[in-house]
């Protein structure tokens, strides 16, 4: 079955901390996306990768790392330096990364601060 | 910053009544995609509009592009507790290789 799988499902943050949201996708697409939601607002764009060792920062980035060493997964960490990082973390895939394609998520992870 | 307005935000409506909400870009759009995302689930790409005026349909779903391409609309006929959710729209504003989504209208349907 192809799709987007994201771990964890619900994530607890302490003071500090650093954590990592992993995304891993089997639709052999090249582009991926990590999306910040918060309640009553749109997606907002965290970074982006169109190939492997490359990404670019989306309109958040700040506090947030990624790296893409495989096609296939793309995590997100979410630094000590992000103090709001309470949110629904989506992560999303397309086949080239072109903005005129449509965008596959991940069921998302919803990440709280202890 | 560029932006893409959604209204409205909430909308409640009685089973079998019509909905529609609304995205407005002050740019023009290249194009513009619809998703909707039930509660707790994670957003599903409905449609891409692309032409000008396009309108284009799907059963009780009916999606419009307007003719300056710079709003759009989503219409659903004779609503069903399956259609709860939130919808969002997502433009790409001319000059830009930006996808950017808009806030989102939160449908509750009343059976």
């Known amino acids: 079955d192809g799709g987007i799988t994201q771990s964890p499902k619900y994530l607890f943050r302490k003071e500090g901390q650093n954590v990592t949201l992993s995304c891993e996708q089997n639709l052999n697409h090249d582009a991926m996306y990590w999306y910040r939601q918060d309640p009553g607002q749109g997606l907002r764009l965290i970074y982006y990768?169109?190939?492997?060792?490359?990404?670019q920062k989306g309109d958040i980035a700040e506090g947030y790392s990624v790296s893409r060493e495989k096609k296939e997964s793309f995590p997100l960490t979410v630094t000590s330096a992000q103090k709001n990082p309470t949110a629904f973390y989506l992560c999303?895939?397309?086949?080239?990364?072109?903005?005129?394609?449509?965008?596959?998520f991940g069921s998302g992870t919803q990440l709280s601060v202890l | 910053g560029q932006q893409v307005m959604q209204i409205p935000q909430y909308q409640h409506v009685q089973e079998g009544e019509d909905f529609t909400t609304y995205c407005n870009s002050s740019?023009?759009?290249?194009?513009i995609q619809w998703y909707k995302q039930r509660p707790g689930g994670h957003p599903v790409f409905l449609i891409q509009?692309?032409?000008?005026?396009e309108v284009k349909k799907q059963k009780r779903l009916t999606f419009q592009f307007g003719e300056a391409k710079k709003n759009s609309s989503l219409h659903i006929t004779a609503t069903q507790t399956t259609d709860v959710g939130t919808y969002f729209c997502?433009?790409?504003?001319?000059?830009?290789?930006?996808?950017?989504f808009g806030k989102g209208t939160k449908l509750t349907v009343n059976p």
């Open positions: 999303a895939s397309s086949i080239a990364g072109t903005v005129h394609e449509k965008l596959f």
């Open positions: 509009l692309v032409k000008s005026g």
């Open positions: 990768s169109q190939i492997v060792n490359d990404f």
């Open positions: 997502a433009g790409v504003q001319g000059g830009s290789e930006k996808l950017v």
């Open positions: 740019t023009t759009l290249s194009n």
